[in-house]
């Protein structure tokens, strides 16, 4: 007895390279998905998180995700786990019109969002598989961004706690909701839209949801028959020996962060008491990305092998050249070029380059660390300063009506009040008189 899960994520709707969309390229694809599970014909689809790629997403990416989503949701029942770049909102909206207006019952919906996180409102659905003695069950947790520990759970241990620490306590919750009530025919299925340490992410995602800080440990994922994970593009399974958690990764090639990366989507056939049965079928719909490097001429060896594909190109010159880019467009008349770069041997530093500019210009921490002592703020007030600085540099919450000025939460900082103490209705008022200083 087994029941068919089948697992993607991270579809970045609206997601540009460059100035350029990717409209046909992103229909190919979703069309390539939807094919993918009808054949497979499973019992339940799960998209594990970032939807669309903006918080506020056009009109031509919400038909286009409502499209996709209803012909999935012909298929078999669809959970999608809101994403870092997801907006409740939105979500909800998407849901009401594939809901049929909200004619339907929420039980009775084909397509389900999960965009609360707080242990009251996690989503946990029951489906039965096309096996009538087997039921699966999914508890969903969307992402969540340390803020709303401090605004969404009333533990105020969470709010000191390392992110790793508050998912451990949010994950044992979701765990126990699974499990509560569960039978031996029932197959746990927990999805979330999360950074597991030991992930190789592609770095394409924004920098600072992968990082170290923002890392879950493996070993406190739930022990269920399959963990469908968004938020890593770079498909991949996750390493807990018993517990098979995998990633599926964007439907594409997002950047150049990505351009060696296979995309694919998971298949999983699980039952209670066996080996689970995961297949990742790769997806061939989409440009490839192609990074040229070198002189012109050892360019153009290689041109001929480029043909339909996005390109960024880094060209060793020995002087300025103003027809550089006309020279590539012919040399490549297939191809798409996003990025030009120019480098010359006698220059000192590559000019307008990210990674050396970001390599030697000091960092805006830096900068606000260096500054804050000379206005009187040092000692455990530039600390606090500096950990809600760090908040605030952190994803926007867009979902927040109210969303936390940046003059408020530092003045509490340096105050020392918590944070959820802070009138959020509006910015502070004054004249020439710092924050540090109204602060004292």
């Known amino acids: 007895m087994t029941a068919r899960v089948f697992h993607t994520s991270d579809w970045h709707l609206g997601r540009q390279i460059g100035r350029y969309r990717r409209d046909a390229e992103v229909d190919a694809v979703l069309d390539e998905i939807i094919d993918i599970a009808d054949e497979f014909a499973p019992d339940l689809i799960v998209h594990s998180g970032d939807l669309f790629d903006s918080s506020r997403p056009g009109l031509d990416d919400i038909r286009r995700a409502a499209q996709a989503l209803r012909r999935l949701g012909a298929i078999a029942p669809v959970v999608v786990v809101a994403g870092n770049h997801d907006t409740t909102h939105v979500l909800a909206f998407v849901e009401y019109v594939l809901n049929d207006m909200g004619s339907r019952e929420h039980d009775q919906a084909r397509v389900r969002f999960a965009t609360d996180a707080r242990p009251d409102r996690l989503l946990v659905a029951d489906y039965p598989a096309k096996d009538r003695d087997l039921t699966l069950r999914i508890g969903a947790l969307p992402y969540l961004h340390p803020n709303r520990f401090t605004y969404d759970f009333a533990d105020p241990a969470l709010t000191t706690a390392t992110y790793a620490q508050r998912m451990r306590t949010v994950q044992t919750d979701a765990y126990r909701r699974l499990t509560a009530g569960s039978g031996a025919r029932d197959v746990l299925v927990f999805a979330a839209?999360?950074?597991?340490?030991?992930?190789?992410?592609?770095?394409?995602?924004?920098?600072?949801?992968?990082?170290?800080?923002?890392?879950?440990?493996?070993?406190?994922?739930?022990?269920?028959?399959?963990?469908?994970?968004?938020?890593?593009h770079k498909p991949q399974r996750v390493a807990r020996a018993g517990f098979p958690a995998y990633y599926a990764g964007s439907p594409l090639q997002m950047d150049f962060g990505e351009r060696g990366d296979t995309k694919s989507v998971v298949l999983a056939e699980i039952g209670p008491g066996r080996e689970p049965l995961i297949e990742t079928v790769p997806l061939t719909s989409g440009r490839r990305l192609i990074r040229l490097e070198g002189t012109l001429e050892e360019i153009a060896q290689r041109a001929g092998r480029v043909g339909d594909a996005w390109v960024k190109a880094v060209v060793n010159v020995e002087a300025f050249n103003p027809s550089l880019s006309n020279t590539?467009?012919?040399?490549?008349?297939?191809?798409?070029?996003?990025?030009?770069?120019?480098?010359?041997?006698?220059?000192?530093?590559?000019?307008?380059?990210?990674?050396?500019?970001?390599?030697?210009?000091?960092?805006?921490e830096d900068l606000l660390r260096d500054y804050l002592p000379g206005r009187g703020t040092t000692g455990p007030a530039l600390d606090r300063v500096m950990a809600a600085f760090a908040q605030l540099q952190a994803e926007p919450d867009p979902d927040d009506p109210a969303?936390?000025?940046?003059?408020?939460?530092?003045?509490?900082?340096i105050a020392g009040r918590p944070l959820d103490s802070i009138d959020r209705s509006g910015l502070l008022t004054g004249t020439d008189t710092t924050t540090a200083e109204a602060a004292r």
Not at 403 to 413: D, F, M, R
């Open 193 to 232: 839209h999360l950074f597991v340490e030991g992930a190789a992410p592609s770095y394409s995602e924004r920098k600072i949801s992968i990082a170290d800080d923002y890392a879950a440990a493996a070993t406190d994922m739930p022990g269920v028959a399959y963990g469908a994970l968004g938020h890593i």
């Open 328 to 364: 590539l467009t012919t040399m490549l008349p297939h191809a798409t070029i996003v990025d030009v770069e120019e480098r010359r041997a006698d220059a000192a530093h590559r000019v307008l380059d990210r990674e050396t500019s970001t390599r030697e210009l000091p960092g805006i």
């Open 403 to 413: 969303p936390c000025c940046e003059e408020n939460l530092l003045t509490a900082a």
